[in-house]
Every structure is written in structure tokens, then in C-alpha cells.
């Protein structure tokens, strides 16, 4: 999410021109209060430049280590306030947790969430709370993700067969792990793959990238015309219009479909169920097909990326730390020995599995700034104020790596979890990658079930290596720009069961082929002896007769 900083400059005397001469204050600037101290600020730009061509889960820790652990940022008219430290991670998720609930509007949010129609990037309120309840309840619940499970064999079944087909040759797993979520997602959502998966992917992509909310048009939202120079508006426009011919189409069909069925026909996707509660009527807010759109633009965004680098994270750290793939695959291997297939329901066994997705979980937070919050109601934390309207945001990731909550906090060490009772459920604020408090993601069973499924799988059928000639010093770790931390450079491996099998193959022909030498040796051997000793008789029974008497 390195910030489109060229536009920046580009455009600042433009709004240094509109600033001066309309001597426009900021709405949000603060007069008396007590915000939180921060590193000083550039005129306009504020603090812009002390995060731009950086990610900024690492700007924003670096700079915490010299400001403390809440600060206050001027990022262009967003006055922001950065909280970086479990302790007071807390007092945002728990006790402010309602004065904080809100999320700011954004760009992204108007255009592609149908005016902030969803749940994720929604405002605080009343309707907001009816659809996350619906969410929560009649959509992601355990109930309901377990039965979807059909959907994960089959996907994970075709993904498997894929890996087969490569016969040991190296494959980069990102592109088709993304594609087996993706057809989770929407065989739970629509009850069969998405007609359109690539170009869906593909939007899904983008918007993962725009959602971070520190682009020139988030940064500056009331000079609309920024939003239109930067191309932010035009793609955003774009996106929608993409989503929202795809889902026209999934729901037309859909409707035709309820007409001709009877009820006991009715499907038990995701679609179906938010039509019922559409149709039943009986919501304080009721829903229109553009809140259900902006549901399932909130599911695919939520659901896809994080999940899917979440595993090949998790695949990463095990191909650099052997020890621990090797811990992993033997548990998998114990505890499914012989089965042909795996299910669901064995999952439950795999204890250090589970601690090597806390752990990458840890390390790696899908999104390490989780979504930002906005102050609907002033609240003080660490004796600071937090006017209305501030954005706020947590850094999960400086709060997973914070030395005073986490013995050699950079490393990959899944037993750290072994006897502790920390997890990702939303009261251990050292650890939130799911967030927490009204906030907190409704989709953790649906994508920890993924995830764990997936792994296991990998584990249980194949070994893995690297490309030949490297090494695990040689993967690069390097996190890319967005709001979901992705590998810069996705992980590729090879399956090495393939060239085991090779090699045994090859070693049964070897010991054949010896087997049969020897005993034509041996053969040989005993025809040349037997030879030897039949001359050698004949030679004394022929001797007595030549004896003279
Ligand atoms: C490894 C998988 C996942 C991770 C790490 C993850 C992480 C997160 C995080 C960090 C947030 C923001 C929480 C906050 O602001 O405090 C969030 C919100 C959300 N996630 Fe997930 N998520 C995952 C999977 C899913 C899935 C599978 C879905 C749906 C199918 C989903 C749907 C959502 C929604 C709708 C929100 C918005 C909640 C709100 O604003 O109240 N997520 N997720």
C-alpha cells in the first residue's frame, strides 16, 4: 500500500492554491484538545511523507518506537490517531468500543458498497447492527459453514488432482489456492461456481488494493477532484459497474428459479437465505438486492485474499523452518494413517497444525492494520482525546511483535502457543488478526476451516520442496503493497512425493536388474564348476584304463 506519492505532489500546489486563497479550515483539525503526541507535520500534506513508499504497518511501528504507543498523524485532512500497543489496543476494542465503532466513509466505500449498504465498510447504527446480526447469525455461523463442507471437499479434491497433474514440477500454489476459495465462496454464496471467475478474481484483486484508504482521494476527501485526476473514481466506477453486472446476473437467474421451485426445494446457499429474510418482510430496516450485492462484495473482499495468504504464508514459514513441516506432517500423517480420504471432522485432532496458523496468523496478519475505525462519540485513552470523527486505527501487527508480550517476537516458533492460552477470538490484544469487539470478523470459522483443511491436505498427500538449486534462505519474504499483507513474490514448490516415487521405482528396477545378473552369475558359475568337475571325472575314470597292467 506504498502511497500514490507522485500524485500527491503533483497536485499540491493545486490544493495549496484552494487552501491559501479560501483559507478552507479543516473540519476535523483539533482547537483545544489533548491529541496524542505525533511526529511534526508538513503544512497540507501533514505527516504524508512519513509513511509514503513504506508499508505502513512497518512506517507506523517504526515511528510508535519514538512516539509511543498511541499517536497522533495528519494524514492529508484525515487527523488519525495510530494505537500501537496491546494495553491500549484494548481500551479501543473494549472500553471505547461503541464510541469507536464507526468506520470513515470512503470513496471506495460510496461507489462499489452502494453508499456503504455493507457491513464492513459500513457506519455504526441501527441498520448496521441489523446486518451484521444477519451476518453473524443466518450466514457465517458454525451451523452453517459446516454445511457447506461438501463444497470444501470438492474444491479441495480438484486442487489436490491439480497438484498430481504437476508431477513433481514446480508450481506457484497462490494463483490456484486463490481459485479453490474463490469457488468455496461462491458455491456457498450461489450454490455453484461463479461463471465469471476470473474476471470476479480479478475485481476482487483490485479492490483488496484500493480498500487501504490511504490513496490521494482518501487522503484528501474534500477535493473531489483529486478522486478524478488520480483515475481513482474512473476504476472505482469500473469495479462496480463489473460486480454489479455479475451479480445482476446470479440474481436474475436466482429469482426465476424461487418462482418455478417450492419452498421444500429451496436452496441453502447464502443467496437464497437473504432472499427468504428479504421476502419474509419482517426487518425494522428492510433489505434491498443492493444491500445483498454489497453483502456479497463484503464476502468475496473479507473472505478470499485473507484466507489465501494465510496458507501460502503458513506454507512459507514450513519451507523455511523444516522442522516444524516435518512436526506438521507427522501429526497429519498419524492421525489420518490410511485414510484415503480426509474429513472435516478429523480436523479437530490436529493440535500443532492449528498452532502453525496462530503462529503465521501472528507473523503475518492478513490485515495488519485491520479496518480503520472512526470516533462517533469523544473518548480519552492514555489520557489523550479522540475527537468525533478521528480516524483510528490499530496496528495488529506491532501489537503481535511487541517484545514486551512476546519472548523473540520476529520468530516463527508455532510452540509458543503449546501451553498458553492466547488466541485469536478477540480478548488477547496482543493477538487480533480477526480483529475484535464490535468489529471483530464474522468470518473466522468459515476461513479457519479453509485454511486448516487446505493445509492438512498439503501435508497429508505430499512432500514438499523447493525449485531445484534453491534453498530456504533463498525465499523472499517481502510483503507487498495493500490492505491484505500478500508475499511480494509468490512461494513456489514442487511436490517431491513424485520424485520419491521415481527414485523407488527406479531403485526396485535397479535391484531386479542386479538380482538377474547375479544369479546368471551364479548360473554361469555353477555350468563352468559343473563343466570342471565332469572333465575332472572323466579325466580320472579315463586314467586307470591307460594304466598299464
Ligand atoms: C483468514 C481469514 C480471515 C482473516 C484473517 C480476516 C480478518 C479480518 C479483519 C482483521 C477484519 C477487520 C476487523 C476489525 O476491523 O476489527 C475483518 C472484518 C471482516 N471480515 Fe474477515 N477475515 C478472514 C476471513 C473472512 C471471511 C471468510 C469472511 C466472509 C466470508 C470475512 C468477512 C468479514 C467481514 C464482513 C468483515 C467486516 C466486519 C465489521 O466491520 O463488522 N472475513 N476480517
Known amino acids: 500500500m506504498v502511497i500514490d506519492f507522485t500524485i500527491i505532489f503533483i497536485t499540491f500546489s493545486l ?3 484552494f487552501y491559501f486563497v479560501f483559507f478552507k479550515r479543516n473540519p476535523n483539525r483539533p482547537s483545544s484538545v489533548n491529541l496524542p503526541p505525533g511526529p511534526p507535520k508538513l503544512p497540507i500534506i501533514g505527516n504524508v511523507h512519513q509513511i509514503a513508499g513504506a508499508l505502513p504497518h512497518h512506517a507506523f511501528r ?3 518506537k519514538k512516539y509511543g504507543p498511541i499517536m497522533h498523524m495528519q494524514l492529508g485532512q484525515i487527523s488519525t490517531v495510530i494505537v500501537s500497543s496491546p494495553r491500549l489496543a484494548k481500551d479501543v476494542f473494549k472500553t471505547h468500543d461503541l464510541a469507536l465503532a464507526s468506520r470513515p466513509t470512503s470513496l471506495l466505500s460510496d461507489i462499489v458498497l452502494y453508499g456503504g449498504a455493507d457491513v464492513a465498510l459500513g457506519q455504526y447504527g441501527d441498520y448496521w ?9 443466518e450466514l457465517l455461523s458454525a451451523k452453517k459453514v459446516r454445511s457447506f463442507s461438501r463444497f470444501r471437499h470438492q474444491e479441495m479434491g480438484s486442487f489436490m488432482d491439480f497438484i498430481r497433474s504437476k508431477s513433481g514440477r514446480p508450481v506457484a500454489i497462490r494463483e ?14 450461489f450454490g455453484d461456481k461463479c461463471r465469471q471467475q476470473d474476471v470476479l478474481i480479478e475485481l476482487v484483486d483490485e479492490l483488496g488494493m484500493l480498500v487501504s484508504g490511504f490513496y490521494v482521494a482518501d487522503l484528501f476527501p474534500e477535493f473531489g477532484f483529486l478522486s478524478v485526476i488520480s483515475g481513482m473514481k474512473s476504476k472505482l466506477t469500473q469495479i462496480h459497474k463489473s460486480l454489479d453486472r455479475i451479480f445482476d446476473e446470479i440474481f436474475e437467474e436466482r429469482k426465476r428459479k424461487r418462482s418455478t421451485k417450492g419452498e421444500a426445494e429451496a436452496e441453502d446457499d447464502l443467496l437464497d437465505v437473504l432472499f427468504t429474510i428479504k421476502e419474509s418482510g419482517g426487518l425494522q430496516f428492510p433489505i434491498t438486492e443492493n444491500n445483498i450485492k454489497a453483502v456479497f462484495v463484503n464476502m468475496f473482499t473479507g473472505g478470499t485474499d485473507t484466507s489465501v495468504m494465510t496458507i501460502e504464508w503458513a506454507m512459507t514459514e514450513m519451507m523455511k523452518s523444516p522442522n516444524v513441516m516435518q512436526k506438521a506432517q507427522k501429526e497429519v500423517r498419524e492421525t489420518f494413517k490410511g485414510k484415503k480420504t480426509i474429513v472435516e471432522a478429523d480436523l479437530q485432532d490436529l493440535v500443532y497444525l492449528k498452532l502453525v496458523i496462530k503462529e503465521t496468523l501472528r507473523l503475518h496478519p492478513s490485515l495488519p492494520l485491520l479496518l480503520p475505525r472512526e470516533c462517533i462519540e469523544h473518548c480519552q485513552i492514555d489520557g489523550y482525546d479522540i475527537p468525533v470523527k478521528t480516524k483510528v486505527i490499530v496496528n495488529a501487527f506491532a501489537c503481535a511483535v511487541d517484545p514486551e508480550y512476546w519472548d523473540d517476537p520476529e520468530s516463527f516458533k508455532p510452540e509458543r502457543f503449546e501451553k498458553s492460552s492466547v488466541d485469536f477470538m478477540g480478548t488477547n490484544f496482543e493477538f487480533v488478526p480477526f480483529g475484535s469487539g464490535r468489529r471483530m470478523c464474522p468470518g473466522i470459522t468459515f476461513g479457519v476451516t479453509s485454511i486448516e483443511f487446505a493445509l492438512a491436505q498439503m501435508l497429508y498427500y505430499f512432500n514438499w520442496q523447493l525449485p531445484s538449486g ?4 533463498d525465499i523472499d519474504m517481502t510483503e507487498n503493497d495493500g490492505a491484505v499483507a500478500t508475499k511480494k513474490v509468490p512461494l513456489t514448490i514442487k511436490e517431491a512425493r513424485f520424485i520419491r516415487q521415481k527414485l523407488k521405482t527406479a531403485e526396485v528396477n535397479f535391484r531386479r536388474r542386479l538380482k538377474n545378473v547375479q544369479s546368471h552369475i551364479r548360473h554361469k558359475l555353477c555350468i563352468t564348476r559343473q563343466r570342471f568337475w565332469i572333465s575332472k571325472e572323466l579325466k580320472s575314470s579315463k586314467s586307470p584304463v591307460s594304466e598299464p597292467l
Open 62 to 64: 517504526t515511528l510508535s
Open 15 to 17: 490544493i495549496a492554491y
Open 176 to 189: 490456484k489456492v486463490t481459485e479453490m476459495i474463490n469457488n468455496i465462496i461462491c458455491k456457498s454464496s
Open 129 to 137: 447492527r441489523q446486518l451484521k446480526k444477519i451476518i453473524t447469525v
Open 470 to 473: 534453491l534453498s530456504s534462505k
